[in-house]
C-alpha cells in the first residue's frame, strides 16, 4: 500500500505547481498534528525544551504547529524528487 501511495503522491507532484503541494502538504500536515494527540504532545514538549518555556506557551504551541506545516511542505518536495533528473538539482547549487 505505501508503494502505491508514493506512485500516486509523485505522480500528483508532477501536475502541480510547487506552490499548490506545499498548500496541500503543509495543511494535511496540520490536520495530523491535530488528530494525533500523542504526537502533538511530544512535539511540544520538545518545543519547550528548545525554546526554553512552558508547555502552555503561545510561541511553544506556535512553534510545534509550525514545525508540522513545514514538515508536510517538506513532504511534498520529496516526493518530487523523482520526477527530475540530477541535473535539475544540480543547478540549483
Known amino acids: 500500500m ?7 503522491m509523485q505522480w500528483l507532484s508532477r501536475r502541480l505547481p510547487r506552490q499548490t503541494r506545499w498548500q496541500i502538504g503543509g495543511f494535511v500536515a496540520q490536520v ?11 512535539t511540544i514538549f520538545n518545543m519547550s525544551i528548545v525554546l526554553g518555556l512552558p508547555e502552555r506557551h503561545p510561541r511553544v504551541q506556535r512553534a510545534a504547529r509550525l514545525s508540522w506545516r513545514n514538515y508536510g511542505r517538506f513532504s511534498t518536495d520529496l516526493f518530487d ?8 538539482y544540480l543547478k540549483m547549487l
Not at 505505501?2 to 500516486?8: D, G, K, M, N
Open 32 to 42: 495530523v498534528y491535530w488528530l494525533w494527540a500523542e504526537k502533538r504532545r511530544a
Open 2 to 8: 505505501l508503494y502505491w501511495l508514493t506512485l500516486t
Open 81 to 88: 524528487i523523482a520526477n527530475h533528473p540530477a541535473e535539475y
